[in-house]
């Protein structure tokens, strides 16, 4: 089971990057899908989490009106759609998956990860 999260790169303060997560069709299937991001020195955080309809999703504060989660289960994708980025949104992102069609903000509530794709936004 592997999850590749791309989409990474480097952009100047207020540009915009589209993050891409795929897996198998079995992993994805019926599960919903997390956003998780790590800067350095700093813990892991919850950033956006979708469900597997995608009808419901959620945001940590932080990230709400700039950032948009979305799948396409025909694809077996989900993005991360960033916009308005800010120097404090560089970090090593993370697609994650979960075992019930919706996961929370709890990074333990996640069972599959992906490898990680590196944010660098410059001031």
């Known amino acids: 089971v592997q999850l590749q999260a791309s989409g990474g790169g480097l952009v100047q303060a207020g540009g915009s990057l589209r993050l891409s997560c795929t897996a198998s069709?079995?992993?994805?299937?019926?599960?919903?899908v997390g956003w998780f991001r790590q800067a350095p020195g700093k813990e892991r955080e919850f950033v956006a989490t979708i469900s597997w309809s995608g009808g419901s999703t959620y945001y940590r504060d932080s990230v709400k009106e700039r950032f948009t989660i979305s799948r396409d289960n025909i694809k077996n994708m989900v993005y991360l759609q960033m916009n308005s980025l800010r120097p404090e949104d560089t970090a090593v992102y993370y697609c994650?998956?979960?075992?019930?069609?919706?996961?929370?903000?709890?990074?333990?509530?996640?069972?599959?990860w992906g490898q990680g794709t590196q944010v660098t936004v410059s001031s």
């Open positions: 069709r079995r992993t994805f299937n019926n599960n919903g």
């Open positions: 994650a998956s979960g075992r019930r069609s919706f996961v929370g903000t709890v990074s333990s509530e996640y069972v599959y």
